[in-house]
Antibody
Framework: EVQLVESGGGLIQPGRSLRLSCAASGLEFGEYGMNWVRQGPGKGLEWVSGINWSGRDVGYADSVKGRFTISRDNAKNSLYLQMNSLTIEDTALYYC???????????????????WGQGTMVSVSS | QPALTQPRSMSGSPGQSVTISCTGTSSDIGSYDYVSWYQHHPGRAPKVVIYRVNKRPSGVPDRFSGAKSGNTASLTISGLQAEDEADYYCCSFRGNRYSGVVFGGGTSLTVL
């Protein structure tokens, strides 16, 4: 069974940094693009960032560009999201998701996000 | 403001059909067939019900169907059942590879 388990969330002050991790199991992790999707309190889903299978192509939502950095370690079956200069608007449940189609060169064309973790909560507050 | 526009809420009775619209632009839905739909029950992880505009993943009932015309995509749920009550989100690839992916604002579906 494919599983994605997020960790690293918590309560943090505005302006500080946080690093989220996603541990994958039950799949050939290095074959698939991965993404972070978040849902703020009372809000809808928002794509945050994506990375292709090799790590050579990445993409970011305008709302986080320049502050967040996505990365992956295929040897450790892990996905990361480094979040800097956090603001109250970054408060959300952060999901790790997997592309449905393997070995897609460009972020965003993996057909669908077919596996989701349960999410890790990030609360930004003073 | 979400990049893709969906009705905020919709409702239907058991057995009826509902169609949820998702309006984008010529830079996303209008130019690419990378449109997907997600069903989200509160407290659970979202689940893909349609991908590539009109394809159903295995295990998704054929009551769910998708379509696209111009800059607008749609999800139709036929023969509504109580368990279909959930939030539904459309999603599309954007033309500029550095903008990645955008979701709609979500539609809350109530089964009366």
């Amino acid at each position: 069974e494919v599983q994605l388990v997020e960790s690293g969330g918590g309560l943090i002050q505005p302006g500080r940094s946080l690093r989220l991790s996603c541990a994958a199991s039950g799949l050939e992790f290095g074959e698939y693009g991965m993404n972070w999707v978040r849902q703020g309190p009372g809000k809808g889903l928002e794509w945050v960032s994506g990375i292709n299978w090799s790590g050579r192509d990445v993409g970011y939502a305008d709302s986080v560009k320049g502050r967040f950095t996505i990365s992956r370690d295929n040897a450790k079956n892990s996905l990361y999201l480094q979040m800097n200069s956090l603001t109250i608007e970054d408060t959300a449940l952060y999901y790790c998701t997997k592309d449905q189609t393997p070995r897609v060169a460009v972020t965003g064309v993996g057909d669908a996000f077919d596996v989701w973790g349960q999410g890790t909560m990030v609360s930004v507050s003073s | 403001q979400p990049a893709l526009t969906q009705p905020r809420s919709m409702s239907g009775s058991p057995g009826q059909s509902v169609t949820i619209s998702c309006t984008g632009t010529s830079s996303d839905i209008g130019s690419y067939d990378y449109v997907s739909w997600y069903q989200h029950h509160p407290g659970r992880a979202p689940k893909v019900v349609i991908y590539r505009v009109n394809k159903r993943p295995s295990g998704v009932p054929d009551r769910f169907s998708g379509a696209k015309s111009g800059n607008t995509a749609s999800l139709t749920i036929s023969g509504l059942q109580a368990e279909d009550e959930a939030d539904y989100y459309c999603c599309s690839f954007r033309g500029n590879r550095y903008s990645g992916v955008v979701f709609g604002g979500g539609t809350s579906l109530t089964v009366l």
